[in-house]
């Protein structure tokens, strides 16, 4: 239950920073999707949280597009 509090805090977490970082990035979407996506593996790694690289990539597609809606 504790990974679940951990990974909904994440996300939470995720995409506030992810819609401000777009907004205010110079960077290609694609770097800045290539970072995110290391960033959920590495909180992955550190807190024992297993997901495919599907799921993460999943995560950051949704991640991206709530951060797209934030900005209109």
Known sequence: MRA???LGAFITGAL???AVGLLLAP???EET???LTEAIEDF???HNIS???KEVDD???DIKDVAEDLAE
């Open 33 to 35: 999707r290539l970072k």
């Open 16 to 18: 506030a920073g992810t």
């Open 4 to 6: 679940l509090s951990y």
């Open 51 to 53: 997901l495919s690289r």
């Open 27 to 29: 960077e290609k979407g």
């Open 59 to 61: 995560l950051v597609d």
């Open 44 to 46: 992955c790694k550190k």
